[in-house]
């Protein structure tokens, strides 16, 4: 079964940087695109980011480009987001996400397996 | 960007009901649509991908249909157990923009 699990999250300053992990099992990992998406309580769904299966196609959301890197390591199956310059509306649940290349469009698609998700704090 | 509507936003709907939501794109995205549904304090969970491919393990009694700008979910036989908030979602190009949700209720 897929299994992602998402690491990494907490209580940070405004200003300051984290680095999310999500280390997945369960599946042909360099076969699939990888995703970040993240939810405030209560709130609708952001998407994030997307990687690509072999990290040729990486998109990012207008709210944290140039800010995150989103980036893979396939022989670790594992994803990462790295976040720098964080405020308090990048306060959410961040969720890792994946779904067979096949049935993407150049590194973008629906999200079919979900990690339980990370929290992320910004607050001084 | 491309943006996505849903209607109605909430609604609330007897069991065995047949319930319908509505997702709009604000330009045409062929059938790269997908639809979750998230419970409460659950994950979001996909049900259909492609407009109206059921993912897998999802019952049939949601279905999906449409493509360019406009799109359906039915449920066709509501259940207790289908309670959630569902969200839409285009994916034909980045970002792919999740719709603002539609919460379901049971009457």
């Known amino acids: 079964d897929v299994l992602l699990v998402e690491s990494g999250g907490g209580l940070v300053k405004p200003g300051g940087s984290l680095r999310l992990s999500c280390a997945a099992s369960?599946?042909?990992?360099?076969?699939?695109?990888m995703t970040w998406v993240r939810q405030t309580p209560g709130k609708g769904l952001e998407w994030v980011s997307s990687i690509s299966d072999r990290g040729t196609f990486i998109n990012y959301a207008d709210s944290v480009k140039g800010r995150f890197t989103i980036s893979r390591d396939n022989s670790k199956n594992s994803l990462f987001l790295h976040m720098n310059s964080l405020t308090a509306d990048d306060t959410a649940i961040y969720y890792c996400a994946t779904f067979p290349t096949a049935l993407t469009v150049f590194g973008v698609g629906p999200s079919g397996y979900w990690g339980q998700g990370t929290l992320v704090t910004v607050s001084s | 960007d491309i943006q996505m509507t849903q209607s109605p936003s909430s609604l609330s709907a007897s069991v065995g009901d047949r319930v319908t939501i509505t997702c709009r794109a604000s330009?045409?995205?062929?059938?790269?649509l997908a639809w979750y549904q998230q419970r409460p304090g659950e994950l979001p969970k996909l049900l259909i991908y492609l407009a109206s491919t059921l993912q897998s393990g999802v019952p049939s009694r949601f279905s999906g249909s449409g493509s360019g700008t406009d799109f359906t979910l039915t449920i066709s036989n509501l259940q207790p157990e289908d309670v959630a908030t569902y969200y839409c979602?285009?994916?034909?190009?980045?970002?792919?923009?999740f719709g603002p949700g539609t919460k379901v209720d049971i009457k």
């Open positions: 330009q045409g995205i062929s059938t790269y």
């Open positions: 369960g599946f042909t990992f360099n076969s699939y695109v």
């Open positions: 979602q285009r994916y034909n190009i980045a970002p792919p923009t």
